[in-house]
């Protein structure tokens, strides 16, 4: 049986564009108040029933009857292929707003909570290092392209020095190569390895001139260098320098004692100083003249006291003075960043030839020597500085594994840092000259540790002078 059809509805539906309005003769109706109210909805019984929409937090309006179909769809689940899927919740939010006309317009939007996140993968993405990351910010600090001319020739100056020894050999050899020079090299190899220059002490090869180029300016001023006197020392007298610590290759040592950049005659007038180094670097050819002429001479015993006791105003040594780097080749093992070991309690040798020549002994003490340079430590690397001590043991000498700066950068290379040197002459200590040679133990050992607690004092009164690191602290070692 066919179903009755509902009556026929005694109104027209409202026209719900702004157009029919207009030609119904309608008023405007906000879009916001339309959608409160909804369009209306006939039931089964032919009765006009307004659809009521129900948002989250209007509970207290009228909800819908139950067989009514609402145009949105509420906040709760839903299925999708037979499963329940959970729907995010709704809001119906009204807004104010104008239009073109400056009317006020009604508008509402639905808005969604925000929707759950979702659970972590358990599958992690894990990703290699990105190329190029190390050439973004290299160690390595290059100097740059506008250095002035001085500084230039400031490590020009150094980068000499350091290397002259390699380049005197590079060039014997390279003249050794030309037959042609060989006539003049083989009785020179020869004078070279039987001449007794560097221990007469006649100092027949030194050379003022040399010694007073503007050159050794630019060496000294590189770090920069500058030597201090505690007290004045009688030219009557003789003396011999202890130069504290060694370093790596001794660089204060040679710009205070073997030139005349830092004013050495200026500061002590009428003394004649000597630095004294190994007796093998006099046996390398071309480098041993540039030495002689730049005063150094042997540290041998018989070199030392025949500079003591010839030469001078009176043909005895009066004036004469001999630097000694006490510590040699086992401190500079030892010369470390931010330490100050030296190695000076056995060390009675030096003291010893100061009582056989009556020499007066004369504590240095150069601050900041060891800074210049670092090196690989005997802590680290256990069988390097065992095969260290056997080439000392050996050759007398040793070969530290050192690094510091570059010509062209900071951070790699064997030039010696740029950091301030400061080189001190401490008191003299008196010495009386032991009679017929003969030297006494005991008084030695007065001598060594007079000698050592003005070292110290030297230390203690200076150190924050010169910005020494509070942490350092002086050991007297071996």
């Known amino acids: 049986m066919a179903q009755a059809m509902p009556p026929s509805l005694p109104f027209q539906p409202e026209p719900s564009q702004p157009i029919e309005e207009e030609k119904e003769q309608l008023p405007l109706k906000p879009y916001a108040d339309a959608l409160e109210t909804g369009p209306d909805r006939i039931d089964v019984a032919g009765q006009i029933q307004p659809t009521q929409f129900i948002g989250k937090g209007e509970a207290e309006r009228q909800r819908s009857p139950p067989f009514s179909q609402p145009r949105h769809r509420k906040s709760g689940s839903l299925r999708v292929n ?14 104010d707003s104008k239009n073109t006309d400056g009317g006020q317009l009604k ?19 894990v990703s290699g290092r990105r190329a190029g990351a190390r050439w973004e910010k290299s160690r390595i600090r290059f100097a740059p392209l506008s250095i002035p001319l001085q500084r230039r020739l400031q490590t020009f100056m150094v ?8 380049l005197f050999l590079t060039t014997y050899f390279f003249l050794c190569s030309i037959p042609l020079f060989w006539p003049l090299l083989f009785p020179y190899t020869i004078y070279v390895l039987l001449s007794s220059a560097p221990s007469s002490g006649t100092l027949s090869h030194r050379s003022p001139l ?11 001023s590189y770090f920069p260098a500058r030597l201090h006197r505690s007290a004045r020392l009688e030219p009557t007298r003789k003396y011999v320098f202890g130069y504290h610590p060694h370093g790596i290759i001794s660089h204060g040592a040679f710009a205070a004692f073997a030139t005349e950049a830092l004013g050495f005659s200026q500061l002590f007038p009428g003394i004649t100083n000597t630095l004294t180094t190994l007796d093998t670097n006099f046996r390398i050819p071309f480098y041993r003249d540039f030495a002689l002429a730049m005063g150094l001479a042997s540290v041998s015993r018989e070199s030392c006291e025949n500079i003591l006791s010839r030469g ?12 000694i ?13 931010h330490t100050l070991n030296l190695v000076l309690k056995r060390r009675r040798g030096f003291v010893k030839l100061a009582v056989r020549a009556g020499a007066d002994l004369v504590p240095v003490l150069a601050f900041g020597e060891n ?14 500085h065992r095969m260290q001590m056997l080439v000392k043991k050996c050759m007398g000498f040793t070969v530290p594994l050192f690094h510091a700066r570059g010509v062209f950068n900071y951070d790699v290379g064997l030039m010696p840092y740029r950091k301030p040197l400061n080189v001190v002459v401490g008191r003299p200590v008196k010495v009386v000259q032991a009679k017929d040679g003969k ?11 007079e000698y050592v607690r003005e070292l110290e004092r030297i230390w203690e009164e200076w150190r924050d002078r010169f910005d020494v690191d509070p942490r350092v602290e002086l050991r007297i070692a071996e």
């Open 82 to 95: 037979g499963a329940a899927k959970q729907s995010r919740p709704q809001n119906l939010v009204a807004e």
């Open 325 to 337: 780097v006490v510590g040699g080749a086992r401190e500079s093992l030892d010369a470390q960043p």
């Open 159 to 166: 980068l000499a020095h350091t290397l002259s020894i390699a």
């Open 371 to 384: 800074d210049l340079y670092d090196q690989v430590t005997g802590d680290t690397h256990p069988f390097v």
């Open 439 to 449: 030297v006494d133990d005991g008084y030695v050992d007065l001598i060594h540790a």
């Open 210 to 220: 040399l010694r007073s180029l503007p050159i050794w300016s630019l060496f000294a």
């Open 107 to 125: 508008s509402s939007k639905l808005t969604f909570d925000e929707e759950p996140k979702s659970e972590r993968s358990q599958t992690e993405l």
């Open 312 to 323: 001078g105003p009176n043909g005895e040594g009066m004036g004469r003075a001999i630097t």
